[in-house]
């Protein structure tokens, strides 16, 4: 017999299994190149335009830059994080970097043209806070 989920516990497996396909759409991209100012993730993207290609596969706008996108979405404490919420990194008390939160302290990003795209743990020196745009 088929297991049956409450209307809430439907929900909330929607929104885990949006979460998951949202970080693995992201990974998929991993070992590309970073440009500073493009938004293809394949041929090169810079932070703020790899997360605004993800999130939109998925039907989400997001503006530009990593400035205008910190204030996009519901703000919450970097470690309430959940994989899909966005982590912003400031210095004196201006964005200046956004990463993908994947779970288990680590990121998926456009970091460096060193780097490229990536996945790294949370720079929790310089995150100030996350963004969920997932309800």
């Known amino acids: 017999e088929a ?9 909330a497996n929607q929104q885990a299994s949006l979460r998951s396909k949202i970080v693995n ?3 998929k991209f991993v070992g590309n190149p970073y440009v500073w100012g493009g938004t293809d993730p394949v041929h090169g993207a810079d932070c703020s335009g790899f997360a605004q290609h993800v999130y939109a596969q998925f039907g989400i706008g997001l503006p530009r830059t990593s400035a205008a996108q910190s204030q ?24 200046y970097h956004v990463v993908i939160y994947i779970g288990n302290g680590r990121t998926v990003e456009a970091a460096s043209t060193r780097s490229g795209i990536c996945s790294h743990g949370v720079n929790y020196a310089n995150a100030v806070w996350a963004t969920r745009l997932l309800s």
């Open 3 to 11: 297991i049956k989920f409450s209307p809430m516990e439907e929900t």
């Open 25 to 27: 759409y992201a990974l």
């Open 72 to 95: 996009y979405g519901m703000k919450i404490p970097v470690s309430e994080a959940a994989p899909g919420d966005l982590i912003f990194y400031a210095k004196n008390g201006q964005v």
